[in-house]
């Protein structure tokens, strides 16, 4: 195939405009999307110098500069009105062509981000939208509803009390599913400014170079061609703002927000003025934040300023003795919402509460029990058996009949692993030519003489 006729192809069904000069400016490449883009035609571009073409770009031609000082010009920005007067927003990069130490053209590559700015812009009114139905709908938790009568939980309750009295910023630390956000709704719901706004924002969950305009709010002839936008941080005035996940805040961000707590003020996306706010803030984070300022995720000043008050949570592990009394809170919350009842759980499922390590924490256990309840039978204690699998793992307990055993594990793990039939068998089976290799010590003929089969089946059902 001819390359050149490829590599047309390939140019014209491109995405992104591409458009090449020469060391002297003139177009040799210039493809259907960058003329789509720029509204001109290819025919009054090609082989024609830049200057011909567009005589205005004289000092503003990024293929004119990089050639000149053989630098790439990367990730510019630009925005301009079509003819139809269509706002349209392009990335472009151009880069020097160097072909045995020498610069012989340039590159420009634009890519169109109409499409991404306007789903943006959605997003942010989406986001507004759902901030105003939370503000309407949410219930808010207060200290009552953090269940647990350990030491631990009861100082770190104490300290949310006292932080609750103030204005300063706390930094809530903990382990995930601890009850981070329930803390978070107690001290405000416990402040003066439980009657002003409570917003939360999940830093990890808005792409990054949207989080700044949505914190800060964006002004219309901006060069980002953004509409007039509140932003959080003005929508939560006189209240509390949440940062939720605040080490995923990118590092640029995270100087315009210590800019704001140290003085209490800060400019929108592309605003000129000051708008000052009075705003608590809380920040969450699931991490050591010692650990991300060695890794240069957060700033260290940033973390001094936010820990004014440091709440550490603390994990389930570390204060089994709330096991019991959680359970009882959620089994009773969810014989309400399931409108059935259940007969507690098992000593030895209240025992093996005791020993596992609970990585995923309350919420795990609040889970966990959720899915129990929806297996066993009205009025029916929870044992081992209907635990999933994945958290039983290898224990023995021996609490019920062989028969009632197998029956009632197929449905309860079948229907916590989401596995069909066939899934469930092969499992089955793997587990018992494990145990025949375990037995065997690794041989294969035993172990095959064992399962009855024959070695050969056996070494293929292995292999599978
Ligand atoms: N002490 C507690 N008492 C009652 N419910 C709790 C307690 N701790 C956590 N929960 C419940 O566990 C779930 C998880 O809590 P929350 O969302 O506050 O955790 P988190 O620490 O913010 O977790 P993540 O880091 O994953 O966001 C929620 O349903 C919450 O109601
Ligand atoms: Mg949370």
Known sequence: MDKE??????????????????????????????????????????????????????????????????????????SYFNENGKKIST???????????????????????????????????????????????????????????????????????????????????GESGTGKELFAQSIHQHSSRKNKPYIIENCAAIPENLLEGLLFGTKKGSFTGAVDREGLFKQADKGTLVLDEISSMPMNLQTKLLRVLQNGSFRSLGGQREIEVDVRIIAITNKDPLRLIKEEKMREDLF??????????????????????????????????????????????????????????????????????????EGKQIKMMNLPYYIRGNTDEKEHSELDFIDRRLISKMYNEKVNLAQYL??????????????????????????????QGLQYKIKK
């Open 5 to 78: 006729i490829l590599l047309n192809k390939i140019l014209e069904n491109l995405e992104e405009g591409v458009h090449v000069v020469d060391k002297k400016g003139n177009t040799i490449v210039y493809n259907n999307a960058m003329a789509e883009l720029e509204e001109l035609s290819k025919a009054d571009v090609m082989n024609k110098n830049l200057m011909e073409v567009m005589p205005s770009l004289k000092n503003e031609s990024t293929h004119l500069r990089v050639l000149l000082e053989n630098k790439p010009i990367l990730n510019k920005f630009q």
């Open 91 to 173: 990335i472009n990069s151009t880069l020097p062509i160097i072909i045995d130490n020498k610069i012989e053209g340039t590159i420009e590559i634009a890519k169109n981000i109409t499409k991404i700015r306007e789903l943006r812009d959605k997003i942010f009114d989406l986001q507004g939208e759902l901030n105003e139905k939370k503000k309407n709908n949410r219930k808010m938790c207060s200290f009552r509803d953090i269940i647990g009568q350990s030491p631990k939980i009861n100082s770190a309750k104490d300290i949310a009390k006292m932080a609750s009295k103030t204005s300063s910023n706390v930094l809530i630390i």
């Open 304 to 377: 001094y300023r936010l820990s004014v008050i440091n709440l550490f949570v603390p994990p389930l592990r570390e204060r089994k003795e709330d096991i019991g009394i959680l359970t009882e809170y959620f089994t009773s919350q969810i014989e309400q919402k399931m409108l059935k009842k259940i007969g507690g759980i098992s000593d030895e499922v209240r025992r093996f509460f005791y020993s596992y390590d609970w990585p995923g924490n309350v919420r795990e256990l609040q889970h966990l029990l959720e899915g129990c309840a929806n297996i066993v039978g």
């Open 426 to 455: 092969r499992q089955i089976e793997d587990e018992i030519i494990k145990e025949a290799l375990e037995i065997t010590k690794g041989n294969i003929t035993k172990a095959a003489n064992i399962l009855g089969i024959t070695r």
